[in-house]
């Protein structure tokens, strides 16, 4: 895995679209192909079609964007995520979960966020905490959170809670009635049990 985490360097942008899921990663990294696919095809493909300076220039150019872009992720290179032990991040999982179904928003979003700060990788906690902001009324955070989830590895397995999140806030939004919701933790037990590490959480 290290070494496919520094192979990401030949191509500019890519340490960060790949390994942090950057935008502006993803934009250098469109940027670089677009410039080297005009490159390639005022060489190989259509020559006559550009005078010799142009498509030095573009060379030059693509040479010059990679040796800077690359020098500069190199420099910078996204470190590793840290995988805590569970004994780490599960007793925080556990007292915000608490404080969720006692409904003390602002205890269960510090200890959800002291959680992600260790594990940001955590999509049990970031459903939650999506979950929490939306019944606290901050809409547009949640949204954010879910959206974020949802283009995550780690939201692969909750898009179906996912999905149901974003129905719950667009109708919010709409300002429609709906009945008093109970406070429960967006999870199935059926989904839990399929993860044994979720399952030492729900019986914690």
């Given amino acids: 895995m290290t070494s496919l985490r520094y192979a990401t360097l030949v191509w500019p942008g890519l340490p960060?679209?790949?390994l942090r899921g950057s935008r502006a990663g993803l934009v250098i990294a469109l940027a670089f192909a677009v410039s080297l696919d005009v490159a390639v095809v005022t060489?190989?493909?259509?020559?006559?079609?550009?005078e010799l300076?142009?498509?030095v220039a573009a060379w030059t150019?693509?040479?010059v964007v990679w040796l800077v872009s690359t020098i500069s992720a190199a420099a910078a290179f996204p470190p590793q995520l840290a995988r805590p032990a569970p004994a780490q991040v599960d007793p925080l999982f556990v007292k915000a979960r608490s404080?969720?179904?006692a409904r003390d928003w602002v205890a269960a979003e510090t200890r959800l966020r002291e959680l992600l700060t260790l594990a940001p990788t955590d999509g049990e906690a970031q459903l939650l905490l999506a979950t929490l902001l939306r019944r606290a009324g901050r809409l547009a955070e949640a949204s954010d959170a879910l959206t974020k989830l949802s283009a995550s590895d780690a939201g692969v397995r909750w898009q179906a809670a996912i999905a149901a999140e974003h129905k719950r806030i667009a109708a919010q939004r709409r300002g429609e009635?709906?009945?008093d919701e109970p406070v429960t933790l967006p999870l199935a037990a059926e989904t839990l049990a399929d993860d044994g590490r979720a399952s030492g959480r729900a019986a914690a």
């Fill in 177 to 179: 009635p709906t009945a």
């Fill in 16 to 18: 960060w679209a790949w």
């Fill in 61 to 63: 150019a693509v040479a």
């Fill in 43 to 50: 060489t190989f493909v259509w020559p006559d079609l550009v």
């Fill in 53 to 55: 300076p142009f498509t």
């Fill in 99 to 101: 404080a969720y179904l």
